[in-house]
């Protein structure tokens, strides 16, 4: 058979069934960086994938985001490991994702520095001992037999999955577990890591993409975990906190509840922000930021009822109105036009207008003419009155370079985003950026008649986006709002999966479409007509009461 190497664009010939390791075990021993896994057919695949025909492979190492993710399935896996040697009564649950690295507790078990030193011995043991990571396949009543024995929740969810006709764990040792995506053949392809007491529990810190030879410093990020910490008490409390439980409460016909209680929740936490802002008077520029797909427009919405209710009107004005002319605004890189740098704004213009606002003055408000790339004025005025804040949203409001004439004592920011809390299992974490990214999927279908492939390509650029202009300025924010909802992948998955099922085999984004399609199958369906129609879901799905 014939295989197009992509790394190297050439075509290679070799026998049947023979592995990726086996084909290019010099191109992996020789690799600067580890080589960890590979695309076939733009499929992820371990490095013991047997090649079944002619195809094309690509090998990764963990400077690719698939890459990545395998070496942080392995090096979980590890510290788990580790800790079951160890403490075997001990349950470890993965929380969080933290700046490179992610917070994990223990139940059962005090973390001290004594702790942490042990199983750190033991994960450098295990690495340096290169112990095989072994794929166990079992028939579904072969799983059912070996579930009743050991009492265990790992990979169970598999059972429920009628599409899947086996259950698949993997084994190190005398260990198991289940990790939802491919692995490490062994645990010597995890090399730079560290464990530190953190929290209520610890780090386990990896390198990151850009530099996968060396652990960054962390950045500590007290706001944003303490919303996490309230969102997952609050489900932890209501024993919602995977996705087990979760389609367990739908398979029961009890969602309606927790949706309602998972809406009130929200309902609470805007009514509470507003509290803040009415009382305190000094507040006139509401300036509110998060990444893409966050829920902004309904969040805003539902903020500004709640300040009615507080006796405060409001009137938003909109960044997007002071763009600079198209001859200066700035290029990137590659020569394009970056309209998301911060001097891609008026900034002058913006601060002088929100002064005379301030002092109750008239403006005369533009018009961004984005055809003609120049700002319009077509007779339309604005002035705040006594009783009246502004609201602003965009990309660069929490960053004070925007309103840099505008008194700090004056300005109340709020950052918003989609922080998932729940975990497919205790090992096994949903990333809050695969919810953001399913959400603008369904979005961009409904409402701007994109496909998946469109924005799984646009994808990347959104991203190093927010990593530039937002999550750098997430910790200036005076309260951080989670638009996440506990039961929205199960409504969001019959709007996703059709889109992503159109993706062909034959383009790069295919490994990304699949990953996101197999996540998406572990949930059960929710109708969407349970969703209330004021919720921040509708901003997704449609019908949403804020429509105009």
């Known amino acids: 058979m014939q295989i197009l190497y992509k790394n190297k664009n050439i075509v290679i010939d070799a026998k049947n069934h023979i592995t990726v390791l086996d084909l290019f075990k010099e191109e992996i021993a020789k690799s600067n960086n580890t080589i960890?896994?590979?695309?076939?057919?733009?499929?992820?695949?371990?490095?013991?994938?047997?090649?079944?025909?002619?195809?094309?492979?690509?090998?990764?190492?963990?400077?690719?985001?698939?890459?990545?993710?395998?070496?942080?399935?392995?090096?979980?896996?590890?510290?788990?490991?580790?800790?079951?040697?160890?403490?075997?009564?001990?349950?470890?649950?993965?929380?969080?994702?933290?700046?490179?690295?992610?917070?994990?507790?223990?139940?059962?078990?005090?973390?001290?520095?004594?702790?942490?030193?042990?199983?750190?011995?033991?994960?450098?043991?295990?690495?340096?001992?290169?112990?095989?990571?072994?794929?166990?396949?079992?028939?579904?009543?072969?799983?059912?037999?070996?579930?009743?024995?050991?009492?265990?929740?790992?990979?169970?969810?598999?059972?429920?999955?009628?599409?899947?006709?086996?259950?698949?764990?993997?084994?190190?040792?005398?260990?198991?577990?289940?990790?939802?995506?491919?692995?490490?053949?062994?645990?010597?392809?995890?090399?730079?890591?560290?464990?530190?007491?953190?929290?209520?529990g610890f780090l386990i810190r990896y390198p990151s993409r850009n530099n996968p030879k060396e652990l960054r410093k962390f950045i500590q990020c007290p706001k944003l975990l303490e919303t996490l910490d309230e969102y997952e008490d609050v489900h932890k409390t209501l024993n919602v906190n995977t996705l087990y439980k979760l389609n367990e409460i739908i398979k029961n016909g009890n969602i309606k509840d927790y949706i309602l209680m998972d809406e009130a929740l929200h309902e609470k936490k805007i009514a509470k922000i507003a509290d803040i802002i009415s009382d305190n008077k000094n507040k006139k520029v509401i300036l509110i930021a998060g990444p893409s797909s966050s829920g902004k427009t309904t969040f805003a919405k539902r903020l500004e009822l709640e300040l009615r209710l507080n006796g405060l009107k409001t009137k938003t004005?909109?960044?997007?109105?002071?763009?600079?002319?198209?001859?200066?605004?700035?290029?990137?890189?590659?020569?394009?036009?970056?309209f998301e740098s911060i001097d891609a704004i008026d900034r002058e213009l913006l601060n002088n207008d929100l002064i005379k606002l301030l002092k109750g003055e008239e403006i005369k408000a533009p018009t961004?003419?984005?055809?003609?790339?120049?700002?319009?004025?077509?007779?339309?005025?604005?002035?705040?009155?006594?009783?009246?804040?502004?609201?602003?949203?965009?990309?660069?409001c929490l960053n004070d370079k925007l309103t840099f004439?505008?008194?700090?004592?004056?300005?109340?920011?709020?950052?918003?985003?989609?922080?998932?809390?729940?975990?497919?299992?205790?090992?096994?974490?949903?990333?809050?950026?695969?919810?953001?990214?399913?959400?603008?999927?369904?979005?961009?279908?409904?409402?701007?008649?994109?496909?998946?492939?469109?924005?799984?390509?646009?994808?990347?650029?959104?991203?190093?986006?927010?990593?530039?202009?937002?999550?750098?300025?997430?910790?200036?924010?005076?309260?951080?709002?989670?638009?996440?909802?506990?039961?929205e992948l199960s409504v969001l998955k019959d709007y996703a999966m059709p889109l992503l099922k159109e993706i062909g085999a034959d383009l790069p984004e295919y490994s990304e479409a699949k990953r996101l399609y197999s996540m998406l199958s572990y949930f059960k369906t929710i109708p969407s007509n349970l969703v209330p129609m004021n919720s921040l879901l509708r901003e997704f799905i449609g019908n949403s009461i804020f429509e105009a």
């Open 36 to 200: 960890i896994a590979c695309r076939y057919n733009n499929e992820v695949k371990g490095l013991k994938f047997k090649i079944p025909s002619d195809g094309t492979i690509e090998l990764i190492d963990i400077t690719d985001k698939d890459g990545m993710r395998v070496f942080q399935r392995g090096l979980i896996y590890i510290v788990a490991k580790a800790f079951h040697d160890i403490y075997p009564q001990a349950l470890l649950t993965v929380n969080y994702q933290l700046y490179h690295s992610m917070l994990c507790e223990i139940e059962g078990l005090d973390i001290t520095d004594e702790v942490i030193k042990k199983v750190d011995d033991r994960i450098k043991d295990i690495i340096e001992k290169n112990i095989p990571i072994q794929r166990k396949v079992m028939t579904k009543e072969e799983a059912k037999e070996f579930y009743s024995k050991e009492k265990t929740l790992k990979g169970k969810l598999q059972l429920d999955l009628e599409q899947k006709k086996e259950v698949t764990l993997y084994y190190c040792e005398d260990y198991y577990n289940y990790f939802y995506g491919v692995m490490p053949i062994s645990t010597g392809y995890i090399k730079k890591y560290e464990l530190s007491k953190y929290h209520d």
């Open 405 to 487: 004439l505008i008194p700090a004592e004056q300005k109340f920011k709020i950052y918003i985003s989609a922080l998932t809390v729940l975990n497919v299992d205790y090992y096994n974490r949903i990333s809050t950026t695969d919810t953001r990214l399913i959400r603008r999927i369904v979005r961009d279908n409904q409402f701007r008649g994109y496909s998946a492939l469109h924005t799984l390509k646009m994808w990347p650029s959104v991203n190093r986006g927010e990593n530039k202009n937002i999550f750098a300025y997430q910790e200036e924010a005076d309260v951080m709002f989670n638009s996440s909802l506990i039961y």
């Open 317 to 338: 004005i909109s960044v997007d109105n002071y763009f600079v002319e198209r001859s200066n605004t700035p290029k990137d890189e590659n020569g394009e036009y970056d």
């Open 368 to 396: 961004f003419n984005f055809h003609k790339g120049t700002k319009e004025y077509r007779g339309n005025t604005m002035k705040l009155a006594e009783d009246e804040i502004l609201i602003m949203e965009g990309i660069h």
